[in-house]
């Protein structure tokens, strides 16, 4: 029933800016983190940025140039791409740990959203 539905995603010339946003659904009892990946062809995914209690963690990659955020009216998180660049290009996968009500004895699990696109132009 917890999913992560993204939004955004596209092409944007180089120096660009672009916004994704994630958000959870479904019987929460909280999250305790949430944050972004992106994985290029034949490179292994990595952890672009992470939010936890408002701590906000980067990749050095992207210090700078990006910034994640929390939406307090919803469960969901912001990534604010500015800056790009084409080794930014990827797709890039919302990432969160939830304790779903369901599973309150488990604590929390990890869930994954579909993954989104990002290509960054010359």
């Known amino acids: 029933q917890v999913q992560l539905v993204e939004s955004g995603g596209g092409l944007v010339q180089a120096g660009g800016s672009l916004r994704l946003s994630c958000a959870a659904s479904?019987?929460?009892?909280?999250?305790?983190?949430m944050g972004w990946y992106r994985q290029a062809p034949g490179k292994q995914r990595e952890l672009v940025a992470r939010?936890?209690?408002?701590?906000?963690t980067y990749a050095d990659s992207v210090k700078g140039r990006f910034t994640i955020s929390r939406d307090n009216a919803k469960n969901a998180v912001d990534l604010e791409m500015n800056s790009l660049k084409p080794e930014d290009t990827g797709v890039y996968y919302c990432?969160?740990?939830?304790?779903?009500?369901?599973?309150?004895?488990?604590?929390?699990?990890?869930?994954w959203g579909q993954g989104t696109q990002v290509t960054v132009s010359s």
């Open positions: 479904g019987s929460i009892f909280s999250i305790n983190a």
């Open positions: 939010i936890i209690s408002g701590r906000t």
């Open positions: 990432h969160a740990l939830i304790v779903a009500m369901s599973t309150i004895a488990r604590g929390d699990l990890e869930y």
